[in-house]
């Protein structure tokens, strides 16, 4: 993979991720519940208790938020994921996102004791993040010919 390709990668990966952690912020604004999602990735390290914005936790949990939605989840998109998946080309990073949406929800925030994410408002608030991350990321992406 080339230095141009990381870079357009982390990129893509950085803005969606941001747009992601917007639309969940402030969900509340459609009427569904707001979720900070490093809020909830940096409680695990604060004994189950959501931190708050800008504390030390707080920022540790945006640090991992970040990192997997910016640097790992794009480049292992881009070295695995868009060769194996059987869905068309044009949705293949929103399937994406879908994919990821179901792994946190379903794998990762349980085995991390956030039972939240079983509660349908919250899931729908994930699920839009997500589906938010995904197309974003498709559209800053794409490989130029």
């Known amino acids: 993979m080339k230095i141009a390709r990381v870079i357009q990668l982390v990129n893509a990966g950085a ?48 640090m991992v938020h970040y990192a997997l939605g910016s640097v790992v989840f794009p480049l292992a998109y881009d070295a695995v994921y868009k060769h194996v998946s059987l869905c068309p080309k044009s949705i293949k990073p929103l399937s994406w996102g879908l994919l990821l949406w179901a792994g946190g929800a379903f794998v ?34 794409k490989e130029k010919k």
């Open 15 to 62: 803005v969606a991720t941001k747009m992601m952690s917007d639309t969940m912020e402030n969900a509340d604004r459609i009427g569904m519940p707001a979720v900070d999602i490093p809020s909830v990735l940096g409680s695990k390290a604060n004994r189950e208790v959501d931190p708050p914005k800008g504390t030390k936790k707080w920022t540790t949990g945006a």
């Open 108 to 141: 990762f925030m349980p085995m991390i004791g956030k039972d939240r994410f079983k509660k349908q408002s919250i899931l729908t608030t994930y699920l839009a993040g997500h589906i938010v991350y995904g197309a974003t990321f498709g559209a800053l992406s």
